[in-house]
């Protein structure tokens, strides 16, 4: 069973190395490519595996991806940078987040009836935000900068603050006597060993002399980092997801030189992780859910896709000096990617009494998504491109080039 997978996934993975420079240019998504692929070997096609979300493989595989992008994610975090450019992300995380969960909660409760806990954990669920489905868009030239930060911050950010909710509400549904102290020195456990093992080793590795780094194990000096907190915090139960997050943030912030040597290493891994896991998520889909769907799914998917963010995204930079297509563009942009998919195991994990029922509208909603964005960020990007290429045509006056000057940014010399 798992050599016709894995023949599979190592085809798409070579035809994802063939189209990823037209990946840069049109519609086509690798993250969409693995994802169809996975669909292609499960129950609708080929029928080449009767995988399980709960086996012990999966989701250790998703567990491992999980960690992965939590790290790197925390690298990703400059907190120098954020005490600059802090007021457009903090909002969106601060109030736009919690106003999306919300409304995603209360929908869920009435269109699927579930109780307000399992409802409340569809919203969490879905409420983080991810930058690798609209990669063309962040990564295009034209693309202001402040939207640049909302969407890069944000979606860096609401991996793990989401995570703490969705670990409170799954020990909730699941335990009929919740320990409340229990699952917050867990919680607060693991931000601990997360933020003093990196700070603790790379001081250590500073202050001894005689100890350096060899430059073909440099990339491994994160990779250890992490690695040595995961088995710690197994040891210790405490929790692994937040440690790894606080990991890559110390880590990041404390070793500029350790952060840098694990940049290139850790994408490659992460994304790797990240594909594998989704063909995974492919796997378990039946395309049944969609055929056979009632309107009840569709009418939920309409509500994620396009009411909670966008009305949550509005209503925080409403008074904010922003132009209307920077804020549509924030609004239609959440994609729900990797850190939804990764959550969604954990409704098997934990062993939730309508588990399968949950999935079913998570997966829905998450595919839906992952077409929609990921194939519409080239588009948004080529727009924003032509607007720069416009705009540094155009001559500018004498006042608009002052007025570049003291804010800093640089500007053509006036007519």
Request: glycine fraction near 6%; hydrophobic fraction near 55%; proline fraction near 5%.
């Amino acid at each position: 069973m798992y050599t016709d997978i894995a023949l599979v996934f190592a085809v798409t993975l070579l035809i994802a190395v063939l189209i990823s420079g037209q990946t840069q240019r049109t519609f086509l998504s690798t993250s969409v490519l693995f994802l169809f692929a996975g669909i292609l070997a499960g129950p609708s096609f080929l029928r080449l595996s009767d995988v399980q979300p709960e086996n012990p493989v999966e989701t250790t595989l998703a567990t491992l991806a999980l960690v992965s992008v939590l790290f790197t994610d925390g690298m990703k975090v400059r907190l120098d940078e954020l005490r600059r450019i802090w007021r457009l992300p903090s909002r969106a995380l601060l109030f736009g987040m919690p106003l999306t969960f919300v409304i995603m909660t209360v929908a869920a409760h009435l269109i699927f009836s579930l109780s307000w806990l399992e409802a409340a954990l569809i919203g969490a669920i879905l409420s983080p935000t991810d930058p690798v489905f609209i990669s063309q868009l962040i990564e295009s030239e034209g693309i202001p900068q402040r939207l640049r930060h909302l969407l890069g911050v944000e979606s860096g950010l609401n991996d793990g603050i989401a995570l703490p909710v969705i670990l409170i509400l799954l020990q909730l549904i699941t335990s009929e006597t919740p320990e409340p102290l229990l699952m917050l020195g867990e919680l607060i456990g693991g931000v601990l060993v997360g933020i003093a093992v990196p700070w603790l080793f790379i001081k250590f590795e500073q202050r001894i002399r005689f100890l350096y780094v060899g430059t073909i194990y440099e990339p491994l000096n994160a990779f250890a980092i992490g690695l040595f907190v995961i088995v710690l915090c197994e040891a210790l139960h405490v929790n692994t997801f937040l440690a790894a997050f606080s990991a890559g943030i110390t880590v990041g912030n404390v070793s500029t030189e350790v952060r840098v040597a694990f940049e290139g290493f850790g994408r490659t891994l992460t994304e790797l992780l990240k594909l594998a896991a989704l063909f995974f998520f492919g796997l378990l889909i039946n395309l049944n859910l969609f055929v056979d769907s009632g309107p009840a799914n569709y009418i939920f998917a309409a509500i994620v896709l396009i009411i909670a963010r966008p009305v949550a995204i509005y209503i925080v930079l409403w008074k904010q000096d922003i132009p209307n297509l920077e804020k549509a563009t924030a609004a239609w942009f959440g994609p729900k990617g990797f850190a939804s998919i990764f959550y969604s195991f954990f409704i098997f994990q934990f062993a939730l009494p309508n588990g399968y029922e949950l999935f079913n509208i998570l997966a829905f909603t998450i595919v839906l998504s992952i077409v929609a964005h990921s194939s519409t960020d080239v588009f948004f990007g080529r727009y924003f491109q032509r607007a720069a290429e416009r705009a540094a045509e155009e001559p500018i006056s004498l006042e608009d080039a002052l007025e570049g000057i003291q804010e800093g940014q640089p500007s053509a010399d006036p007519p």
